[in-house]
C-alpha cells in the first residue's frame, strides 16, 4: 500500500535555529512530491519536486529529492514565529491524476 | 483574481443528517479534488471532478458524493452523518490539463457532527 511517513511529527526550536524535516515514501508510479505549509486552515504551496538531486529555494527555505533513497527533506534556516505552522508533504501519482497522498505532517513551533 | 474559496466555513449537524459543502475553484481551473482533514492527520483524498465527471475515487463509502457544474464549482455532498465524519474538509484546485500540476487549496469547511 502507498504510504507517506513524515518526522519528526512535532518540533519545537527557537528563532535562529535551523531545522530539517524529512518525509519518506513508498508510491507506485511516482511522478512528484510536493511540500505544503498549514498554518491555520488552507495548505500553502511551497515546493515541487520531480528530479532527484535538483535543490529547490525559497528565501529561507529549501528542499531536496532523493529519488532512489524514497526521500524528501525541507530545510528552514534561521527560523521566526511566522514559520510556525505545520508542513505536509505529499506525494503524486501519474496513475492517479491530481491524486495526492499526504504525509500525518510535521507541526514546527518557533519560539521567541 | 479570486483563489479557492468554500462555504460555508463551520458547520454543525446531528448524526444521521445530511450536509452539502461547496467549492468554487480558482480563476482558470477546471478540476477539484476534495480531502478530508481529521484532526491531527493530512488530508486524504476524497475524489476528484473534471468535466463534471467524477474522474477519481479515494477510499471513502458511496455516502459521500460530489457534483461539479459547468462553471467548474462542484459540491461535496455526505448523507446519514457519522461522529466519524467530523473533519475539516479541503477542497483543491488545478489544471487538467498540465502535466506539473499544483492543487491549490481553500481554506476548507470545519464540519462537526454531534
Known amino acids: 500500500e502507498d504510504k507517506v511517513v513524515q518526522s519528526p511529527l512535532s518540533l519545537v526550536v527557537h528563532e535562529g535555529d535551523t531545522v530539517t524535516l524529512n518525509c519518506s515514501y513508498e508510491?507506485?508510479?511516482?511522478?512528484?512530491l510536493l511540500w505544503y505549509k498549514q498554518e491555520k486552515k488552507a495548505p500553502t504551496f511551497l515546493f515541487m519536486l520531480?528530479?532527484?538531486?535538483i535543490e529547490k529555494k525559497s528565501g529561507r527555505l529549501s528542499s531536496i529529492l532523493d529519488k532512489k533513497e524514497l526521500f524528501s527533506i525541507l530545510n528552514i534556516t534561521a527560523t521566526q514565529t511566522g514559520d510556525s505552522a505545520v508542513y505536509l508533504c505529499a506525494v503524486e501519482s501519474p496513475y492517479n491524476n491530481n491524486d495526492m497522498r499526504f504525509g500525518a505532517g510535521t507541526r514546527l513551533t518557533v519560539k521567541p | 483574481d479570486a483563489g479557492v474559496t468554500q462555504s460555508p466555513t463551520h458547520l454543525i449537524k446531528t448524526r444521521g443528517q445530511q450536509v452539502t459543502l461547496r467549492c468554487s475553484p480558482k480563476?482558470?481551473?477546471?478540476?477539484v479534488s476534495w480531502y478530508q482533514q481529521a484532526l491531527g492527520q493530512g488530508p486524504q483524498f476524497i475524489f476528484q471532478?473534471?468535466?463534471?465527471?467524477?474522474?477519481q475515487r479515494g477510499n471513502f463509502p458511496d455516502r459521500f458524493s460530489g457534483h461539479q457544474f459547468p462553471n467548474y464549482s462542484s459540491e461535496l455532498n455526505v448523507n446519514a452523518l457519522l461522529l466519524g465524519d467530523s473533519a475539516l474538509y479541503l477542497c483543491?484546485?488545478?489544471?487538467?490539463?498540465?502535466?506539473?500540476?499544483?492543487?491549490?487549496f481553500g481554506a476548507g469547511t470545519r464540519l462537526s457532527v454531534l
Open positions: 520531480t528530479s532527484s538531486g
Open positions: 471532478y473534471y468535466e463534471e465527471e467524477e474522474r
Open positions: 480563476s482558470g481551473h477546471d478540476t
Open positions: 483543491a484546485s488545478s489544471r487538467w490539463d498540465l502535466s506539473k500540476n499544483i492543487q491549490y
Open positions: 508510491v507506485t508510479n511516482f511522478r512528484s
